[in-house]
């Protein structure tokens, strides 16, 4: 729920709304798989009920929209009257929840490895159009978070048309992420720079504090959520958005850190509780072993997957 209303020297009224803005889908509601890794009883409804009965989230980003199956379960919600599009863009369910379309992809990093990222569109209508664009890209586009056959320039040009905005995610886990498995500079990866991005999101692997050590990531905004594969991981990190309204259009705002719109807290696990804090060994690319390791995180503003010290 959000809270009472807090006053902004920048521009209208904001009220704090709770947000999870990156959760799967497992399963259509005719039963097709779309996260084959996401529990079976992940549908576009169990989240709606988890977030509205369970979790008190106000705004939830479902990053499978290029899915068709899950376009056809939302546009369901529309014809059925429980959901209606929002002129500020995403779509309010019961006067409730605001649904969030979004599309996570795999793509390929100039200088080897791969990594995920986010793009956040306004409508089901920029959903289709981008569903329709990955279609003869990716193998199978029902199927979740697959590897495109695209560059991170032309993924971001496709979204922006869209009138949307593209975020690296989970961006310091070791697999299938940014810092993690692609570059030790995030401005390395487009010529603008990182202020391309609309933000960046954690993960569970890292916080604000780990993050902001890192200087070419002080123009952005951070983003804590769930990556849940099972209704009962939804919200189990999530963020505190001071907006006017629950819309898409406010969310851009807060990530911009315009008119007053913020992102006021990111709630996390601690990092050093996740499977992905430890280092692992540089040279066959196991996990190493305490004693064995000394803890190197940051080198001039770059980060260091660790050194042996014997």
Excluded at 59 to 79: F, I, T, Y
Excluded at 183 to 197: C, K, M, Y
Excluded at 276 to 293: E, H, I, M, V, W
Aim: proline fraction near 7%; charged fraction near 20%.
């Amino acid at each position: 729920m959000p809270s009472p209303s807090l006053p902004s020297a920048d521009g209208p009224t904001v009220r704090e709304y709770y947000a999870d803005l990156h959760v799967h889908v497992g399963r259509t509601e005719k039963g097709q798989p779309v996260k084959v890794a996401a529990a079976a009883g992940l549908t576009v409804r169990a989240v709606v009920a988890e977030c509205l009965e369970r979790k008190g989230i106000d705004l939830v980003g479902l990053v499978d929209c290029a899915s068709p199956g899950v376009l056809e379960d939302l546009e369901d919600l529309v014809r059925e009257g429980r959901a209606a599009p929002l002129p500020g863009g995403g779509l309010r369910v019961e006067g409730r929840l605001t649904i969030l379309p979004a599309v996570e992809l795999e793509l390929a990093c100039p200088a080897g490895g791969v990594a995920h990222f986010v793009g956040y569109l306004p409508t089901l209508e920029a959903a289709r159009h981008i569903s329709a664009f990955l279609s003869p890209r990716l193998t199978n586009v029902q199927l979740s978070s697959q590897r495109a056959r695209l560059t991170l320039p032309e993924w971001l040009d496709a979204v922006e048309a869209e009138g949307g905005v593209v975020l690296p995610a989970h961006a310091f886990t070791p697999y299938r992420s940014v810092y993690g498995s692609c570059t030790r500079r995030l401005g390395e990866l487009l010529s603008e720079g990182p202020a391309r991005f609309g933000g960046l999101e954690l993960g569970l692997s890292a916080d604000t504090e780990l993050a902001d050590r890192l200087a070419e990531l002080a123009e952005l905004t951070f983003l804590s959520n769930s990556d849940a594969h099972s209704p009962a991981r939804i919200a189990r990190e999530y963020n505190l958005l001071a907006l006017a309204e629950p819309s898409f259009a406010e969310v851009v705002l807060a990530l911009r850190r315009q008119g007053g719109r913020r992102v006021a807290a990111n709630y996390g696990l601690d990092p050093r509780l996740g499977k992905y804090y430890r280092t692992f060994c540089p040279r066959c690319g196991s996990l190493a072993l305490l004693g064995r390791l000394k803890p190197v995180p940051f080198a001039a503003g770059r980060i260091v997957r660790g050194c042996w010290t014997g």
